[in-house]
């Protein structure tokens, strides 16, 4: 036998079982963003690696060890495919000059990919819904971001995350703080792992985001961002909490909370979960003021936050909200005839907006009737010679209450309507 190939190691198909529950994901998460007057921007997933490094920043996990770059052969530029989606978002709208006319609610959803160990929740190709608004300076914006969520777990049945915040202040005040955490860190030295070695003097705040039990009582006892914050940050800061308090969305605030890019500055949020074991952060994101102009943009402020879809899938699989998507006919037929008229059936059905599963299989009533009850159609309906010569059909409820009716196709559309 010939060599199966198969995918590429934490690179999921999604199968139609699963695909049913993105689709029912993603059609609310359309309709949230339209209530909330969030617009579509779809970009490549490939990107020239310059922009990844320069935004998320060199002495990253995603820019150090996690992302798929190559040179294209073809003419020797290094490209990288997509680990996230906020510099993506933002060199398309410098690129098209999108905040001319005014700040910008954007928002995409799709693929992204890191080279990481594969494992439940963590994926090497996954997916993202990303939030952006771009020439917004106030703390309303950061608001209306965690508002915004809070909205979305309740439409998707999704319970038990909770909102972390935390304010990284201006890049002063992140100076000041930096320098405090590097005596620190240096002090200890003994109880730093690699990582955290090779970070303390070119990225120390990362350390504070490890995910390394080892160092957990060290960053615990670490010194404190806010104890080095900057007053407009602090008021900002205050604002942002107070319009959540007045839209009763729940908080906890945690000094570690630092992200693991580096382009955050004040406001900074993750939803967690205590039920998706290691993988708990289901949704981050923050502030980026300086990105814009970093990424060669003029000034802009703005606020993101990206969420990981095959978690928060995974949470609605938990709270079983199964949403079944099933056709309104299965329709079965035998005989040359009556697969014939059955074809045309199938096809008026349709005209009148009706989901229609034709069976093609040539089997026997008794198996086709079988595949239908197993279909979840509301009703099957059967072709057979007797009703192809009359051209009529028979309608069977199988969902739904009521009697097998032989009758015009006009007709059945009504009944299936429950006219
Ligand atoms: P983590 O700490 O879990 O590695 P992160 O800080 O790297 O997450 P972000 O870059 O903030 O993640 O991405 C936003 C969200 O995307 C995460 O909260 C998570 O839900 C999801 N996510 C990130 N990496 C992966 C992955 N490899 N597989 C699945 N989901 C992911
Ligand atoms: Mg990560």
């Known amino acids: 036998m010939t060599e199966r190939i198969q995918a590429v190691r934490g690179m999921n198909d999604i199968l139609p079982d699963q695909a049913q529950w993105w689709e029912f994901f993603e059609e609310t998460v359309r309709n949230w963003l339209h209530d909330y007057g969030y617009r579509t921007l779809r970009m490549p997933v490939l990107e020239r690696t310059d922009l990844f490094v320069r935004s998320i920043g060199e002495v990253t996990d995603i820019v150090e060890k996690e992302m798929y770059t190559f040179v294209d052969q073809l003419n020797g ?15 398309a709208v410098i690129e098209h000059n999108l905040l001319y006319p005014g700040p910008q609610r954007l928002s995409y959803m799709g693929p992204m990919f890191r080279h990481e160990r594969p494992q439940k929740g963590r994926y090497r190709q996954f997916h993202q819904v ?29 319970e038990g995350v909770v909102l972390e915040l935390n304010t990284l202040g201006n890049s002063e005040a992140r100076a000041r703080f930096r320098a405090r955490l590097v005596g620190y860190f240096q002090q200890h030295e003994g109880e730093l792992d690699a990582d955290a070695k090779r970070r303390v003097l070119t990225n120390p705040l990362r350390i504070l985001d490890s995910k390394n039990p080892q160092m957990q009582a060290l960053i615990a ?103 079944p998507r ?7 037929n035998q005989g040359d ?30 198996s086709q009737m079988k595949k239908a009850d197993g279909s979840g159609a509301r009703y099957a309906v059967i072709i057979g010679e007797d009703e192809a010569a009359a051209g009529e059909l028979t309608l069977k409820p199988l969902r739904v209450n009521g009697e097998q009716k032989r009758c015009a196709v006009a007709q059945a559309v009504d009944l299936i309507r429950g006219k």
Request: glycine share 10%.
């Open 326 to 332: 099933v056709a309104d006919v299965y329709l079965v």
């Open 221 to 323: 006892a670490a010194p404190r961002m806010l104890d080095d914050m900057d007053d407009e940050s602090m008021r900002h800061f205050d604002a942002v909490q107070s319009l959540l308090r007045s839209a009763g969305v729940p908080f906890a605030l945690n000094t570690r909370l630092v992200r693991g890019l580096d382009y955050y500055n004040r406001t900074v949020f993750e939803w967690v979960t205590a039920s998706l074991g290691a993988q708990g952060t289901v949704c981050a994101g923050g502030r980026y003021d300086g990105l814009v102009e970093q990424i060669g943009g003029k000034p802009a402020p703005a606020c993101g936050f990206a969420m990981g879809v095959e978690r928060l899938l995974e949470l609605m699989q938990h709270a079983q909200r199964a949403v």
């Open 337 to 366: 005839a009556a697969g014939r008229f059955a074809f045309g059936v199938a096809e008026s059905l349709r005209d009148q907006h009706l989901s229609v599963v034709l069976d093609c299989s040539g089997a026997s009533f008794k």
């Open 130 to 158: 990303g939030v952006e608004a771009l020439g917004y300076g106030g703390p309303d914006i950061d608001a209306e971001h965690m508002v915004m969520c809070a909205r979305l777990w309740r439409l998707l049945g999704i």
């Open 77 to 91: 530029e290094s490209l990288t495919l997509r680990p996230e989606g906020t510099a993506s978002c933002v060199r």
